[in-house]
């Protein structure tokens, strides 16, 4: 089956940075996981978007007792990277990458 491509795909759409920009389609965490490259790559080739918004951080700096500092960090560092990743090898046009915890 396939899908009507869209223009821009918003990653992170429903939270604080993402949910204040236009876009055709909107994603959250509960929709990808976008800390598994394999998944990243298949949902970015199944849109076909023209353009990405990633403002999908992890929340690196939150206190959670299940997870260090340093492993949030390399979690938050892995989204990034299979993100840029599965847009580089779909021939995604325009990546923006943007978050409020920079």
């Not at 976008?34 to 998944?39: A, F, I, R, V, Y």
């Not at 970015?44 to 007792?65: D, M, Y």
Request: charged fraction near 25%; aromatic fraction near 4%; include cysteine.
């Amino acid at each position: 089956m396939k899908t009507n491509k869209v223009k821009t795909l918003i990653l992170g759409g429903y939270g604080y940075v993402g949910s204040q920009i236009d876009g055709d389609l909107r994603i959250g965490r509960n929709e990808v996981d976008l800390c598994k490259k394999n998944e990243t790559y298949r949902f970015i080739k199944k849109i076909r978007p023209e353009q990405v918004i990633h403002s999908a951080p992890r929340g690196l700096f939150t206190n959670s007792k299940d997870t260090s500092k340093t492993q949030s960090l390399l979690q938050e560092l892995q989204i990034h990277c299979n993100v840029i990743n599965a847009c580089l090898k779909n021939n995604v046009k325009k990546l923006l990458a943007i978050s409020s915890i920079s």
